[in-house]
């Protein structure tokens, strides 16, 4: 059992996949198209990718996704839209294994290392921080940002909607009805391969938005073309006067839709275009996918509440090497602190 240091995708062993493909089974941000686009798309100028890995007799038994920086902290592989993270774990000798990355991590020129967002119940990260702090490190965890899900539990999407707020039904009915009598409206779904050619509705509505141009272009359109090849992909665009005017991208695997981009041309706000569409497509994962959890994955928004009906809490997860003189050892947790707290 070996801990090796991959710096491209290239490099990994193929046995890899299986270790993603048990990885996506508990969410796309684990899966191996979600990290070779953090890779190649979000990491800025003198950062570079580190693969931390143990391997033993050709198969990789774990895979910490990392970005090294000019600094002497490392940082998990993430972007400011990372719902999730952790590592790649095998489900033979985790404890071994463990032992192995943290001891490995130990001897490398990294002072902390700064895993984000995590959430409190994951085993992986959990068996992590107990074999780095055996390795050396003294670990801390600080609240990082709060995620709205909804379990299905079977039901259909009228059972659904029977069970949101009178407020918000009762909004979607009149406003659609409203905009269907004064200017025309349809929706229309994309899936799969049809996402990426129909990405430029999205961005003219994201153009017409409150939120003004999009940032991250690349690393988005990178994404949807990673995501729809194997049909993770949904796009539902509302049009009204034969124009787009709401957009709303959603991923969906294995029983899981994630609610990740919302959009809508602020100049139709009254008709709430934003709200019929989500309404629209809750139907169709519900209905149609049969999705078991629908996520909005980060923030704590006022209206998310109405659509979700749980909450839970994700951590960012710091680690510093522990030095043999306590005053510098001082300094570096406290430093610490101070770089979770403002994050």
Not at 192 to 211: E, F, Q, R
Not at 222 to 249: C, D, E, I
Not at 271 to 287: A, Q
Request: aromatic share 12%; charged share 25%; glycine share 8%.
């Amino acid at each position: 059992m070996n801990f090796i240091c991959y710096s491209d995708w290239s490099e990994l062993p193929e046995s890899a996949n299986v270790l993603f493909a048990q990885g996506e089974q508990d969410s796309i941000f684990f899966s191996r198209p979600w990290f070779e686009n953090l890779a190649a798309t979000a990491l800025d100028q003198g950062q570079t990718l580190v693969l931390a890995c143990v391997v033993a007799g050709g198969a990789v038994l774990a895979i910490l996704p990392l970005k090294r920086c000019a600094g002497n902290t490392w940082y998990s592989l993430r972007h400011r839209y990372t719902p999730l993270y952790s590592l790649l774990l095998a489900d033979d000798d985790q404890s071994e294994v463990l032992a192995c990355l943290a001891e490995g991590l130990s001897r490398l020129p990294l002072q902390a290392l700064l895993l984000e967002p995590v959430a409190d119940n994951d085993s992986r990260i959990n068996g992590l921080q107990r074999a780095l702090e055996a390795a050396g490190y003294s670990c801390d965890r600080s609240f990082r940002l709060y995620n709205w899900i909804h379990r299905v539990q079977g039901r259909s999407h009228a059972d659904y909607m029977a069970a949101r707020p009178a407020r918000l039904r009762n909004t979607i009915a009149r406003k659609r009805r409203k905009l269907e009598r004064e200017h025309g409206c349809a929706i229309r779904l994309f899936a799969g391969d049809a996402v990426p050619p129909a990405l430029a509705a999205y961005h003219a509505v994201y153009t017409a938005s409150w939120k003004a141009n999009e940032q991250y272009a690349g690393f988005l359109d990178g994404m949807v073309a990673g995501f729809s090849r194997p049909g993770w992909t949904r796009l539902g665009v509302l049009y009204a006067k034969g124009k787009p005017v709401a957009a709303q991208l959603w991923f969906v695997l294995h029983g899981k839709a994630s609610i990740f981009r919302l959009a809508y041309d602020e100049a139709w706000r009254r008709y709430s275009p934003g709200s019929i569409l989500t309404s629209f497509l809750m139907e169709y994962v519900i209905d149609a996918d049969g999705v078991e959890e629908v996520d909005f994955l980060t923030g704590n928004d006022a209206y998310k509440q109405d659509w979700m009906s749980e909450r839970r809490e994700r951590f960012a997860l710091g680690c510093v090497k522990q030095a043999k003189l306590p005053g510098r050892y001082g300094l570096l947790i406290e430093s610490m602190k101070r770089m979770l707290k403002g994050r």
